[in-house]
């Protein structure tokens, strides 16, 4: 390869963004505003697609497989057919062009400075009580009984945040907070500056002589708080969330809880991810690190065509029998018909 080639490829690299490939490559990609943040851009296609991007424009990554990369892998990403020189011509008109939409609030008409996550949960010290906007929120739109509500209150992981959003806090292995998880009636989103590793709700505080031997995962820490609910919250139990896509910092997340439960007599991970697309993707990536990790697993499908465990426990449905199944994985990701690869039915309490 010549020196001109190296530098015209060094000029891809640093003026050729990938949300402006995604924004205008056919068929083209939407900016989902409102789960964007400043360090991570959300675009969305067809129902299920999901892609990120990240570094200023110069990364990206799929939540829902273990793609990720540059603009030539996205390229590829895209037109799996295209050879390497192929991807250079497609990338060449987008050399120095910017996405539509570069960064959410960059270019807001006033910038404010931005307030480190830690510092906004240290001041933010109000809890849920009874009668507060995120206590009605939580018990009365998503049915939350009020012993889980307290026991996320006792773990210190959920406290009041503005206009009746609850604020629930991510955890790395080591209990160092990682960011703020954001969800209310009429907002979602996450602490700008933050890494999205784990929600963390101890089916027991004070476990003294349980061993916790089974990890509930969902996408989303109000789905973990309503399996938690419906279990009537296992002392053997961690109900856990990893806030959607599955990015560097929760893959390592997840990996050092399933080592750490894998010498636990019947250790389990049992991902209860969403009934969709995604959700199937999400349970396939966690069946695969259980393996590795000599963890069984399984997957709770939410009963009667119901999306996620919230709906379950809003519709009263937590006493109806429910089906576990191992999800169909990707090209190349076989099963190994182990006794992790279980399927069956089940009836929760």
Known sequence: MSGNDDAELDQMRASV??????????????????????RCLK??????????????????????????GDVFRLVQ?????????EVR??????????????LHERYSARERPLIPF???????????????PVWRYLAQVRGLPPAVILAAVSAGVLREGPCATAWFAHTDHDGGMTGIEMRG?????????????????????????TVMRRVVLAEAPID?????????MRADTLYAA???????????????????????????????TDSDKAGTFYAARLSEMAREAGVSFERLLPPDGLKDWNDVLVEGKGGTTYRTELPEMPAGDGGDGGPSDRAGSHVLP
């Open 77 to 85: 990403f895209l037109e799996p057919s295209l050879s390497f020189g």
């Open 224 to 232: 973990a708080m309503s399996v938690a609910a419906i279990e009537h």
């Open 185 to 209: 009636p009429n907002y979602r989103g996450f602490s700008p500056g933050g890494n999205k590793t784990l929600f963390r709700l101890p089916g027991h505080l004070a476990l003294g002589a």
């Open 118 to 132: 830690g510092v906004k949960w240290e001041h933010r010290r109000r809890v849920p009580v009874e009668g507060s």
């Open 242 to 272: 990893t806030a959607g896509g599955m990015g560097p910092a929760t893959i390592l997340a997840l990996n050092r809880l399933f080592q750490s439960i894998a010498s636990a007599p019947d250790a389990a991970v049992i991902a209860a």
């Open 17 to 38: 963004s990938c949300a402006v490939l995604l924004e205008r490559l056919p068929p083209p990609w939407r900016l989902d505003k409102r789960q964007s943040t400043r």
């Open 89 to 102: 011509k497609v990338l060449r008109p987008f050399i120095g062009l910017n996405p539509s939409y570069p």
């Open 43 to 68: 675009y969305r296609r067809a129902e299920g697609e999901i892609l990120l991007v990240t570094h200023e424009g110069r990364g990206w990554w799929d939540p829902c497989s273990a793609a990720k």
